[in-house]
């Protein structure tokens, strides 16, 4: 059981450049985040799927796009990277229902865009 | 939007002493707090929830406890270690909303030998 696995771990971009952070989670949960989190700061929502075949943006959306493959898997895209997207990208999953709505976090994915 | 705060940025205890972590909320409709903890080049870990039905709740050595009229999380920890030292995050969620977690900066929590 491996909980929620992030692809890659280091990437370098230059400007303009493409690229998709995969992210998979094997505690058969619903809903499944996006973050980004940079120095100094707390973790801020770039999109989110509440449940298989549905996604929302968070509060950053702007230069991201995001597929929800099936229910284990979250990818998200950057289709033109920008300096000020270097950051560290966390995703996370949740069962959320019932009484239990903690989010489940990845080892995360630290991205530099020169 | 509305947002969670922290008071500390920086808390520096001494081992075996009791560590308190505040924590500000200002959306007055929120009904699920959560505490994390973030260790170096970690992704985040969940310690331990309350909802906004309870004042307190307790876990192995820590202990949560919410004061809805003052909007104020705090985060307890019983005898610190060194293995507690860690980045520590406060979010907030209105249920039933996705589960939108809103994080605070985080307080640094150092333990002193």
């Known amino acids: 059981n491996a909980g929620v696995t992030q692809t890659p771990k280091f990437q370098v971009l230059k400007t303009g450049q493409s690229m998709t952070l995969q992210c998979a989670q094997d505690m058969n949960h619903n809903s499944m985040y996006w973050y980004r989190q940079d120095p100094g700061m707390g973790l801020r929502l770039i999109y989110y799927s509440a449940s298989e075949g549905t996604t929302d943006k968070g509060e950053v959306p702007n230069g991201y796009n995001v597929s929800r493959l099936n229910k284990r898997e979250f990818s998200l895209r950057l289709e033109s990277a920008a300096p000020s997207q270097t950051s560290v990208y966390f995703c996370?999953?949740?069962?959320?229902?019932?009484?239990?709505?903690?989010?489940?976090f990845g080892p995360g994915t630290r991205l530099t865009v020169t | 939007g509305e947002s969670v705060g922290l008071h500390l940025p920086t808390l520096s205890v001494q081992e075996g002493d009791n560590s308190i972590i505040n924590c500000a909320y200002s959306n007055s409709a929120s009904d699920y707090f959560i505490w994390y903890k973030q260790e170096s080049g970690k992704g985040p870990q969940f310690i331990i929830d309350?909802?906004?039905?309870?004042d307190k709740r307790q876990g192995q050595r820590v202990t949560v406890l919410l004061n809805k009229t003052v909007k104020h999380l705090s985060l307890q920890i019983a005898a610190t270690q060194p293995g507690d030292s860690a980045v520590y995050f406060c979010?907030?969620?209105?249920?039933?909303?996705?589960?939108?977690?809103?994080f605070g900066t985080g307080t640094q929590l150092k333990v002193e030998l």
């Open positions: 979010a907030e969620a209105l249920t039933g909303g996705g589960n939108k977690l809103t």
């Open positions: 996370a999953s949740s069962q959320a229902s019932g009484m239990r709505y903690e989010q489940y």
């Open positions: 309350i909802r906004s039905n309870m």
